[in-house]
């Protein structure tokens, strides 16, 4: 890319928010231009915003690396959404019972927390480890993927415990490492999921593809989706964040086990299809180009088949409902839930529902009575989250009420309106979403 792709007129912040979004898929919110810009600034030195721009135009990683860590929030730590590693440990299991090997993936893997959670869980699976076993790490950051590689962590990266794999790590000093037997499963390489992914990497049995697509618009979160999809095995599943709008598409059935979403073929599927090229240049780096360009958009097929929800998960739902209930009603005898802002109070649900603890971040939720089109988002995730279809569709459909030229409400909204099987619905939603995000 040359300077001349910095349009007249154009702010320095302006033209790398353009140039991140057409090289990488990632969408730079107006509350994060001023975090922008003053990297830019810092890349500049004394040339200011203008030469970290020309810093960025001429291709250098360090450059890139700083810009993208101002615009994306790399919060992680072991064994986080505790319920995919649990999944994980069956699917080892029933892998091994087989004589099988099992190849993992974590695309979007930042500093490595994912990765090294799930080669605690091979390494200390109960039946003989393969061979084929492994865990490879995917993230665009190499600053990143070198303190991944590293496999030492604060002890905020270990605050939500180590679940049983202490013998995969050791302490030192206020550090916990891996241990040296850990590090012969793992591996790391740059990736660019928007890019062309490394050739006959797969196929893999699981691929975590956890709070990257919210990133990304609708189109190009769908098409990584897809295309990470391709890669898994017959019966392999993909794994999502509780608040990830991203889908593989027909041909694949949403399902919460273990208190988190996953993604599965259907029944007598078709076999996948042949994943899309997205352009990126020789070596993976930014490639130069005339104008930005976005993903192209793709409709949501009208015979796609509505999502399809486990129903052992409907009895596991109703068994934890009733628990937080009552653990709710003694709560409130005695110690009412404090009044907090709507910032910290997102936060705190958030937090809650990283955990799988949906009812509870539900409950949190309602009894600030906060009313606004975020809190009714965050809402309609966690009943979606619970197996809620119907309520979840009513939050939903408040959000683009409150706010209806906001793009992410109308992807939501046609993501529930495909889970209840109104997939005429959620054609037209997915299609008003694409078209208020190119406004």
């Given amino acids: 890319m040359s300077s001349s792709l910095q349009s007249e007129n154009e702010t320095p ?5 353009r140039a991140i979004a057409q090289w990488y898929g990632i ?39 700083q810009l993208i860590e101002a615009v994306t929030v790399p919060e992680t730590y072991l064994f986080r959404h505790v319920g995919h590693f649990l999944l994980l440990r069956s699917l080892v299991e029933q892998r091994r019972a087989s004589g099988l090997g099992v190849r993992v993936l974590s695309a979007g893997c930042s500093s490595g927390e994912e990765v090294w959670s799930a080669a605690a869980v091979l390494a200390q699976a109960t039946r003989l480890p393969s061979t084929r076993d492994s865990v490879v790490g995917w993230d665009i950051n190499a600053q990143r993927l070198r303190q991944a590689s590293e496999g030492r962590f604060r002890p905020w990266s270990v605050r939500a415990g180590l679940h049983g794999h202490d013998a995969c790590f050791r302490k030192e000093g206020d550090e916990v490492c891996v241990v040296d037997s850990l590090r012969a499963l793992v591996s790391f390489e740059k990736v660019n999921l928007v890019g062309d992914l490394p050739d006959k990497k797969g196929p893999f049995d699981a691929i975590l593809f956890r709070n990257v697509a919210i990133y990304w618009d609708h189109a190009t979160a769908r098409e990584v989706a897809c295309r990470l999809a391709a890669l898994l095995a017959e019966d392999g599943i993909l794994m999502i964040g509780p608040s990830d709008p991203a889908s593989p598409g027909d041909g694949w059935e949403h399902a919460i086990t273990q208190g988190v979403r996953i993604y599965r073929r259907c029944a007598a599927a078709p076999p996948p299809r042949q994943a899309v090229t997205l352009p990126r240049s020789a070596g993976g780096d930014p490639a ?71 009812g509870e971040a539900l409950h949190q939720l309602r009894s600030t009575q906060i009313i606004s089109a975020e809190a009714q988002l965050w809402e309609g995730i966690l009943l979606l989250n619970l197996d809620d279809q119907e309520q979840a569709l009513d939050r939903f459909r408040k959000c683009v009420f409150l706010a209806p030229e906001q793009p992410t409400y109308r992807r939501w909204l046609a993501i529930a309106f495909q889970a209840v099987g109104r997939l005429e619905d959620a054609a037209r939603e997915h299609r008003n979403a694409h078209e208020l995000a190119r406004r």
């Fill in 288 to 358: 130069p180009a005339p104008a930005p360009r976005r993903p192209v958009a793709r409709r949501l097929p009208r015979s796609a088949p509505a999502l399809r929800i486990d129903r052992n998960a409907r009895l596991d739902r109703s068994a934890r409902l009733d628990g937080q209930a009552q653990v709710s009603r003694r709560e409130r005898k005695t110690d009412p839930p404090p009044i907090l802002g709507q910032a910290d109070l997102l936060a705190r649900v958030k937090e809650l529902a990283d955990g799988g603890r949906y």
């Fill in 13 to 17: 912040v302006r033209a790398a928010a």
């Fill in 27 to 65: 969408e730079v919110p107006p509350y994060r231009l001023p975090l922008l810009e003053a990297q830019l600034r810092q890349l500049g030195g004394h040339g200011g915003p203008q030469r970290g721009l020309e810093r960025l135009l001429g291709h250098e990683p360090d450059a890139w690396d």
